[in-house]
C-alpha cells in the first residue's frame, strides 16, 4: 500500500461544531469564526448547512453567513445539503463545493435525515447530477461507519 502525497482537511466546526449548540450564535459571529478559520490558512471549511431551520435552527441563516465572509479564491467553501431544494440554496450561496450525507446505519438514518439508507441515495441522484452539470464538487460522507449513537 502506498501512503498518500496529499491529504484534504475539511475544516468542519462552522456546520457540525456549531449545528448542535442550545444557543444560536448570531450570523455575525459564525462569519467572524470562518473568516478567522480562513485568515488561520485554512482551504476547505464547511461553513454550513441549507436543512430545514425546523430540524436544525442554527442553520438558518447558512445563505446570509455565505454572502457575509471575507472570502479567499484559494478556500473553498462548501455547504452540506440533503436534497435538491438545499441545492439549489447553495448555488444562490456561491458554495465553492456541496456535501451530501448518508448512514451505514438504517436507524441513525431514519433518526437523522428521515428516511431509509436506500431512499437518502434515491435523494442524492438529482443533486449530483445538478452539481455535475454545473461542474460543482461534490464531497460524500458517512455517518455511523464504526457505531451509532
Avoid at 482537511?9 to 456549531?18: C, T
Avoid at 440554496?89 to 456541496?98: L, P, R, T
Avoid at 452539481?131 to 464504526?146: D, E, F
Wanted: hydrophobic share 40%; proline share 6%; charged share 25%.
Amino acid at each position: 500500500m502506498e501512503i498518500p502525497k496529499k491529504i484534504k482537511i475539511v475544516e468542519m466546526a462552522p456546520r457540525d461544531g456549531l449545528q448542535n449548540e442550545n444557543k444560536i450564535v448570531p450570523m455575525q459571529g459564525k462569519a467572524e469564526f470562518i473568516n478567522r478559520l480562513t485568515e488561520n490558512g485554512f482551504k476547505f471549511i464547511e461553513a454550513g448547512s441549507f436543512v430545514s431551520p425546523r430540524w436544525i435552527p442554527q442553520m438558518a441563516d447558512t445563505g446570509e453567513v455565505m454572502r457575509s465572509i471575507r472570502r479567499k479564491n484559494s478556500v473553498i467553501y462548501s455547504v452540506l445539503v440533503p436534497n435538491i431544494r438545499g441545492f439549489k440554496a447553495a448555488v444562490a450561496a456561491n458554495a465553492g463545493e456541496i456535501s451530501i450525507f448518508g448512514a451505514a446505519s438504517e436507524t441513525f438514518s431514519k433518526k437523522n435525515i428521515n428516511c431509509s439508507i436506500e431512499e437518502s441515495l434515491l435523494r442524492f441522484e438529482p443533486v449530483c447530477e445538478a452539481a455535475h452539470q454545473l461542474q460543482i464538487p461534490v464531497r460524500g460522507y458517512v455517518s455511523t461507519v464504526l457505531d451509532c449513537p
